[in-house]
């Protein structure tokens, strides 16, 4: 059971979050009659800067887009003082070093707080320009089964988390509703833009040089490798943490496909 917060004057603050994901918290909290105050992602690592933008906040919506956990501590410190809870936007698949400090340090800082960890859409993303130019979607792992959730629904849960109490201390799983493979993503894909799309296995070792040369640390390429190969023979579970939280059940990957079309065209 869970209760609204008491005190709806207050702002919650989104600092750190995606672009993607903060609009539509923004959005929804909007409608909520909840006013939202943003910090760029660099102030994040700014103490002084932070503390001022945490000043009569509520709540804090924290993303942690940086790869290692540098500065990590001065600034769940610094929310730790300030605010009354904070909701961590974490990751389920590959966790960077930089996500797996800040649980830490959110659970050893005394603040209340929730971390929300999903599977995200970015891997789609990076395949819009081979569709959208007719070539192949290169990649190792096509018969590896994802689960990833619309930005929309973790939006809505973070919107709980951030106005309702009763998530103190919460780690919740976010996934779709199904596990396709990302042989099948590209399809489905390619069929909501009406475009021809399919997929190109390549081998492992091409696809780590690939992901080395576009600046990813070895370790998080080599992470991400190992978890979409473990993922052939074990496909991510579907949970039912969206539906669980808002009434609403997760969006599938076509619906978010078929919304999404146009950066396909």
């Known amino acids: ?6 005190d709806d004057t207050s702002p919650v603050l989104a600092v750190g979050v995606s672009g993607t994901v903060g609009r539509h918290v923004g959005l929804q909290l909007a409608a909520a009659g909840v006013r939202v105050r943003t910090l760029a992602q660099r102030e994040l690592l700014d103490p002084a800067t932070l503390e ?23 600034a769940v410190g610094v929310l730790a003082r300030n605010v009354g809870r904070v909701v961590f936007l974490s990751s389920a698949a590959v966790r960077a070093e930089g996500e797996v400090e800040v649980e830490a340090l959110l659970a050893g800082s005394g603040v209340r707080h929730t971390v929300l960890r999903a599977y995200g859409f970015a891997t789609a993303l990076q395949w819009a320009e081979d569709i959208r130019s007719g070539a192949a979607v290169q ?7 994802l689960n990833p959730v619309d930005e929309r629904d973790i939006a809505a849960v973070a919107v709980r988390a951030l106005n309702e109490d009763g998530h ?9 509703p199904e596990s396709p493979t990302q042989a099948e993503q590209v399809r489905i894909i390619g069929e909501a833009a009406g475009r021809p799309a399919h997929w190109e ?36 579970p579907a949970t039912t943490t969206v ?7 997760a969006r599938s990957f076509r619906a978010w496909a078929t919304d999404h079309a146009a950066l396909f065209r």
């Open 52 to 74: 001022a933008a945490a000043q009569g906040v509520d709540a804090v919506l924290l993303g942690w887009p940086f790869p290692t956990a540098d500065g990590a501590a001065e």
């Open 168 to 176: 103190d201390g919460a780690r919740y799983l976010l996934t779709g």
């Open 139 to 145: 990649g190792y792992g096509g018969a590896a089964g």
């Open 201 to 236: 296995e390549i081998p492992r070792e091409a696809a780590r040089h690939r992901m080395l040369t576009t600046g990813r640390p070895p370790a998080i390429a080599d992470g991400a490798l190992d978890f979409v190969h473990a993922r052939i023979a074990d496909p991510e």
């Open 1 to 6: 059971m869970t209760d609204k917060r008491v």
């Open 243 to 249: 539906q669980d939280l808002t009434g609403t059940p």
